[in-house]
């Protein structure tokens, strides 16, 4: 981990001190900086969780990733700045129809005698900002206004899992609506627990992310979303869709918006068909 690489890579010049100010800041330096995509899984590349992998791709090839990488990737950074930090597996509920399985990576930050979600790997309305892990509380982030409330469940008598397994959830306020995007407790986990979902993810046919190409990022004033050769860009409330219809137009969207360079043949692949993957 070059600490000085990484918030160079976000464009975060704040302070370093392990305060909440300083937690608020980087994520929000991360989530502008970096897009959530998926690009890797259509080029047929194996998505490691290696930190040193992770570092390589985020920082120095200057892409981007979805949950396990990105949330994987900035809780390093964190604990190296010193935070205190909790690795939570999320329900999504985000456009689901059906109860799913814990499939979403989530940081749990406690600094100053406070708990905070971090979550800089959403594809959705994601978080821009780390938000406190207080029930009842809402806060708008820029365009968007998030809330945490909890979620009444069954009592669990396991000695050890105690204080750890209230239910929460985060909410989203989309057209005067609040949508939940994904449920979680405070119970830890382990890399193999990541590992397992992230392999699901990207290999398997019911994932979304072999079935489509994505990749998105917020901007002060709304989101830039690219679906397959889709391109929608939300701004003060108000969308507007463009099919890309070359390649070139393809490779200099994803310049422009997400600061992606591909080769040629990283293009064709990402512009046409899935390549063979690697395993």
């Known amino acids: 981990m ?16 392990a305060t909440a100010e300083t937690l ?14 998926n690009l ?20 120095r090839r200057r892409r981007g990733g979805y949950c ?30 059906e109860v799913g399985p814990l499939s979403h990576r989530v940081l749990l930050v406690e600094t100053g005698g406070e708990r905070w979600i971090a979550d800089v790997g959403f594809g959705g309305n994601g978080l821009i900002a780390a ?25 669990d008598r396991s000695e050890s899992r105690r204080g750890y397994r209230q239910e929460y959830r985060l909410d989203c306020l989309v057209k005067d609506v609040w949508e939940p995007m994904y449920s979680f407790t405070a119970e830890s986990y382990l890399p193999v627990d990541y590992t397992y979902a992230n392999y699901f993810h990207s290999h398997s046919p019911e994932s979304l992310f072999t079935q489509k190409r994505l990749c998105t990022k917020p901007t002060p004033n709304g989101r830039i979303i690219l679906q397959n050769r889709a391109l929608k860009i939300r701004h003060d409330g108000q969308s507007q869709t463009e099919a890309l219809k070359t390649p070139e137009a ?30």
């Open 2 to 17: 070059e600490v000085t690489a990484y918030l160079d890579r976000i464009g975060y010049h704040g302070p370093h001190e």
């Open 24 to 37: 608020r800041m980087l994520h929000a330096a991360h989530a502008f900086a970096v897009p959530f995509e």
């Open 40 to 59: 890797d899984i259509h080029l047929g590349r194996t998505i490691s969780l290696d930190p040193a992998s992770l570092f390589d791709k985020i920082v």
């Open 68 to 97: 396990f990488e990105l949330n994987g990737l900035f809780a390093l950074l964190l604990e190296r700045l010193g935070f205190s930090v909790r690795h939570l597996m999320a329900r999504v509920l985000w456009g689901q129809t």
């Open 131 to 155: 938000i406190p892990l207080a029930a009842g509380h809402e806060e708008r982030q820029y365009a968007d206004r998030f809330r945490v409330t909890t979620v009444e469940q069954g009592e």
């Open 250 to 279: 393809y490779r200099a969207m994803l310049a422009d918006h997400f600061g992606i360079a591909l080769s040629d043949h990283e293009l064709s692949a990402c512009f046409g068909e899935r390549v063979e993957t690697n395993g």
